[in-house]
């Protein structure tokens, strides 16, 4: 077949494809070996060839230039090679010149590429076949292109794809509804079905309708809000969406809830915050609250699931005075106060309050309680008991150990004593005490028949014990008109009742308060002690005893005067002496050392120096007897007072003449005061030194 080749010049047009047959294959098109596809417009200038054997047009194959197709082919072999030479048409005088350029006027189809060195204009289209490809950048950066069923945009090269524009919109193909659109400095805006779901704001991003998603992870930057849900209704709720349900965290108004299974779908919903993988919070759907346990029975349950370990309620408010406070119960080893106790912990002063132990004790102020309640501090008062700005005070006083009873009303303080059957004592404001009646009018007021214990009775007693602010006395009487000489007939009756220890009766005791507060010994007694037996066995004689305490250096209650059942009196303790002088010369003017005292009775009197010294003032009795010696002459002395020498004072003197061995006695009574001492002062030396019994110094002190 006669046709212009393609020269070194480009003149004439032809194309060669080649198929290889996979088996069966009648006809042949698209796309080659080589990816060429079979074009041709012109069926009398085609040229098929098979395994390098010419088909003939018509008998062996038919060309359809409509839809560029080899057909009517016999079915090919496997690998059989099918060479196609497409020769077409062109008319030399419609060109355009390479020197002078020109304008193209219908479409120009390049079969192997075109180079262009300048700009390229078209008006009208650049038509690029199914997987034809508008290609940019040396090695195939960008490519836009369509598959036959996709268009594409490929970007394979270096850096980043963009596309620039000042406001930018991606929409449908009929231009009606936007996908994306992009204003510059403003919201980029995603849409659903022409609605926009998605903008972006200053801030962040605002989503119109509900976020589906398989997770979201929030990143604050620099901010402490990591994320804001907003609603434009009065309410805000994120809801959590399973097989079984729902549950949400959610706002409404002023109320944040948090629900679990919102819509009731399944029974016995619960509630649980979990830390490491453990749950730590339980909320059942009765509204039971379990801390350390999934199945709290009560509507608070704090568990500890080591037994040996606090379970523990902490209540703390911060500032510069606040406080911390526990409430907890202690595990098997804790410490003392608080193993297996349920306590009242301070811990901002780091104290127990109060402990409720294993068997039940309370302990307050103490952390091993001994009985039902047990209330201890180191105050006067443990219990206070208020009502309307008034209180009373109950307590065991720490320093003298007694208990006391206080109230502070101003108006009224009083207690009784009550119990089922009615009212049984009380102290009213006064201090009256009564029993048996509620007004008392005495300081003690004992209404009707009063029993005292081992059966004796003091009958229709309206009396008081007094004690008058002004006197200081004691005061008992007893309303009885009875007139009688017998003194046991109306009175108090002091007896011992027993049979084998009866020597004393009963006694009367005083005692009074030491400066520390605590009381001391009895400082005085009266008791009466039987003596002989009378007529009848059951009769005895009696003496009355008197007993004051000792002042210093010992202990107990001492003897000072006894009445004995004839009425005779003995002052065993009072102060008295008597001393004899040894042999030995006196000096005029210088006491007489009388160094042998018979008797010395409280150790008044002092052999050393010859002093009495009075214990106490009072009224004193002194003797003295002295032997004169034998020189006829008047012997003279003084019973001396303090020192005092000669006629003076309350001296007293000794005078008489000596003649035979004469004695010379004087005896005086002296008002002394404590302290006072008396001695005997010779004023000459007319005295016989060696006699020893014949000189005495005595006294004693009379009342």
């Known amino acids: 077949m006669p046709y212009i080749g393609k020269s070194p010049s480009a003149v004439g047009v032809r194309n060669r494809f080649y198929f290889t047959a996979s088996g069966g294959e009648t006809s042949l098109s698209g796309s080659d070996d080589n990816g060429k596809t079979l074009v041709f417009s012109d069926a009398s200038y085609v040229d098929v060839i098979l395994n390098g054997g010419n088909l003939v047009s018509g008998t062996d194959y038919t060309a359809t230039p409509s839809t560029n197709t080899i057909s009517g082919l016999t079915a090919l072999v496997a690998n059989d090679i099918v060479e196609i030479i497409a020769y077409d048409v062109f008319s030399v005088s419609d060109t355009v010149s390479a020197a002078s350029g020109g304008t193209f006027q219908s479409n120009v189809n390049f079969d192997s590429g075109i180079d262009v060195t300048g700009n390229v204009t078209v008006t009208g289209n650049a038509t690029f076949a199914d997987n034809g490809k508008a290609i940019f950048g040396a090695g195939s950066d960008l490519q836009i292109y369509h598959t036959g069923s996709d268009s594409r945009i490929l970007d394979n090269g270096t850096g980043n794809l963009k596309i620039l524009g000042t406001n930018i919109e991606i929409k449908n193909a009929g231009d009606t509804a936007a996908y994306l659109d992009a204003s510059n400095g403003a919201a980029v805006n995603l849409y659903y079905n022409g609605s926009a779901k998605l903008a972006t704001t200053s801030t962040g991003i605002d989503v119109t309708g509900t976020v589906v998603a398989d997770g979201l992870t929030v990143n604050s930057g620099t901010t402490n809000t990591t994320a804001?849900?907003?609603?434009?209704?009065?309410?805000?709720?994120?809801?959590?969406?399973?097989?079984?349900?729902?549950?949400?965290?959610?706002?409404?108004?002023?109320?944040?809830?948090?629900?679990?299974?919102?819509?009731?779908?399944?029974?016995?919903?619960?509630?649980?915050?979990?830390?490491?993988?453990?749950?730590?919070?339980?909320?059942?759907?009765?509204?039971?609250?379990?801390?350390?346990?999934?199945?709290?029975?009560?509507?608070?349950?704090?568990?500890?699931?080591?037994?040996?370990?606090?379970?523990?309620?902490?209540?703390?408010?911060?500032?510069?005075?606040?406080?911390?406070?526990?409430?907890?119960?202690?595990?098997?080893?804790?410490a003392a106060g608080f193993a297996n106790n349920l306590y009242f912990y301070d811990s901002t002063a780091s104290s127990n309050r109060m402990v409720?132990?294993?068997?039940?004790?309370?302990?307050?102020?103490?952390?091993?309680?001994?009985?039902?309640?047990?209330?201890?501090?180191?105050?006067?008062?443990?219990?206070?008991?208020?009502?309307?700005?008034?209180?009373?005070?109950?307590?065991?006083?720490?320093?003298?150990?007694?208990?006391?009873?206080?109230?502070?009303?101003?108006?009224?303080?009083?207690?009784?004593?009550?119990?089922?059957n009615g009212e049984r004592m009380r102290i009213d404001s006064s201090g009256n005490v009564s029993i048996g009646s509620i007004n008392p009018q005495f300081k003690l007021h004992l209404n009707n028949l009063v029993?005292?214990?081992?059966?004796?009775?003091?009958?229709?007693?309206?009396?008081?014990?007094?004690?008058?602010?002004?006197?200081?006395?004691?005061?008992?009487?007893?309303?009885?008109?009875?007139?009688?000489?017998?003194?046991?007939?109306?009175?108090?009756?002091?007896?011992n009742e027993s049979q084998t220890d009866n020597t004393f009766a009963p006694a009367i005791t005083w005692g009074n308060q030491s400066n520390s507060g605590n009381f001391s010994q009895s400082t005085a007694a009266i008791a009466a002690r039987r003596t002989t037996q009378g007529n009848d066995a059951n009769w005895h004689g009696g003496e009355l005893y008197f007993y004051t305490a000792v002042s210093s250096g010992g202990t107990g209650l001492r003897?000072?005067?006894?009445?004995?059942?004839?009425?005779?009196?003995?002052?065993?303790?009072?102060?008295?002496?008597?001393?004899?002088?040894?042999?030995?010369s006196y000096s005029a003017n210088t006491p007489i050392i009388f160094q042998n005292p018979q008797f010395n009775i409280g150790s008044h009197y002092n052999a050393t120096?010859?002093?009495?010294?009075?214990?106490?003032?009072?009224?004193?009795?002194?003797?003295?007897?002295?032997?004169?010696?034998?020189?006829?002459?008047?012997?003279?002395?003084?019973?001396?007072?303090?020192?005092?020498?000669?006629?003076?004072g309350q001296?007293?003197?000794?005078?008489?003449?000596?003649?035979?061995?004469?004695?010379?006695?004087?005896?005086?009574?002296?008002?002394?005061?404590?302290?006072?001492?008396?001695?005997?002062?010779?004023?000459?030396?007319?005295?016989?030194?060696?006699?020893?019994y014949q000189n005495i110094f005595y006294g004693y002190l009379i009342g």
């Not at 805000?236 to 629900?259: E, M, R």
């Not at 500890?304 to 379970?311: E, G, I, P, T």
């Not at 009445?563 to 002088?581: E, K, L, N, S």
């Open 228 to 334: 804001t849900f907003q609603s434009t209704d009065a309410g805000a709720y994120i809801n959590f969406t399973d097989t079984t349900g729902t549950s949400g965290i959610g706002n409404d108004t002023v109320y944040l809830y948090l629900d679990a299974d919102k819509d009731n779908v399944v029974a016995g919903s619960q509630i649980r915050l979990r830390v490491d993988g453990s749950t730590k919070l339980t909320i059942l759907d009765s509204g039971n609250v379990g801390i350390g346990t999934t199945s709290p029975a009560s509507q608070l349950t704090i568990n500890r699931s080591n037994s040996a370990l606090y379970s523990t309620l902490r209540f703390t408010n911060s500032g510069a005075s606040g406080r911390q406070y526990e409430i907890g119960l202690g595990g098997s080893t804790s």
């Open 356 to 420: 409720i132990s294993s068997n039940g004790y309370v302990g307050i102020g103490t952390t091993s309680p001994s009985d039902t309640l047990e209330v201890s501090n180191n105050s006067n008062y443990q219990l206070r008991l208020s009502s309307a700005g008034e209180n009373y005070q109950i307590g065991r006083n720490g320093s003298d150990g007694l208990l006391y009873f206080y109230g502070n009303q101003s108006g009224y303080t009083g207690y009784v004593f009550s119990g089922v």
């Open 451 to 495: 029993t005292i214990p081992n059966g004796r009775y003091l009958t229709d007693f309206f009396g008081t014990f007094e004690v008058t602010a002004a006197n200081h006395h004691v005061m008992i009487s007893v309303d009885d008109d009875t007139s009688t000489a017998n003194p046991k007939a109306v009175g108090i009756t002091l007896h």
């Open 559 to 584: 003897t000072r005067m006894i009445i004995d059942d004839a009425g005779r009196v003995t002052m065993p303790y009072q102060p008295a002496f008597c001393a004899h002088a040894n042999g030995s």
């Open 609 to 648: 120096n010859g002093r009495f010294t009075a214990p106490v003032s009072g009224r004193y009795i002194f003797y003295t007897q002295l032997l004169g010696d034998s020189s006829g002459n008047r012997a003279l002395g003084f019973i001396s007072v303090n020192g005092a020498s000669g006629a003076s």
């Open 651 to 692: 001296n007293v003197e000794i005078s008489g003449y000596t003649g035979a061995y004469n004695s010379v006695q004087a005896s005086t009574v002296l008002n002394l005061s404590a302290n006072d001492y008396v001695q005997i002062v010779p004023s000459n030396t007319y005295y016989y030194s060696a006699s020893t």
